[in-house]
């Protein structure tokens, strides 16, 4: 095996357990998403952010256990996680509400959500990394 394969594995395994954790919160995201939307009548914005939120702590709870390697107190990690989040879920409703503006995607605003889901994700991995692990890269 080569020495870069030996050093871009572990973080290709790492990736991958972070985007299946990701993926379940993101469903549950959605699903809270659509049940704010058709059950509850919430406007998509207001619907984005609690749908958002809870999906934050879901994540957080997933990448705790089966993601990352905790080096720090839980208290602390959650404190700096949640900030990270905080910087997302704004990222996110910018990007969501700039996106929503558009003609097109006031009219799919699912996809809107998913182009955002799409780009917060590396801002995530990377910030959440360092929440927990005290690292990067």
């Known amino acids: 095996m080569s ?5 871009i594995w572990p973080l290709f395994k790492l990736k991958a357990r972070y985007a299946t954790t990701s993926a379940m919160a993101t469903a ?5 998403y659509a ?3 058709y059950w509850l009548l919430l406007q998509p914005t207001a619907a984005h952010v609690i749908s958002y939120t809870c999906s934050m702590l879901i994540n957080f709870v997933l990448q705790r256990f089966f993601v990352f390697d905790v080096r720090r107190k839980v208290r602390t990690v959650f404190l700096i996680a949640a900030l990270v989040s905080l910087g997302a879920i704004t ?6 509400i700039g996106l929503t ?3 097109f995607f006031a009219k799919n605003h699912f996809l809107a959500k998913g182009i955002a889901t799409g780009i917060v994700f590396f801002y995530n991995f990377y ?5 927990f692990e005290k690292r990067f890269l």
């Open 3 to 7: 020495v870069w394969v030996e050093k």
């Open 28 to 32: 549950a995201e959605y699903g809270i």
């Open 35 to 37: 049940a704010l939307i």
């Open 91 to 96: 990222l996110s409703s910018v990007l969501f």
């Open 101 to 103: 503006s558009l003609p």
């Open 127 to 131: 910030l959440k990394r360092y929440a």
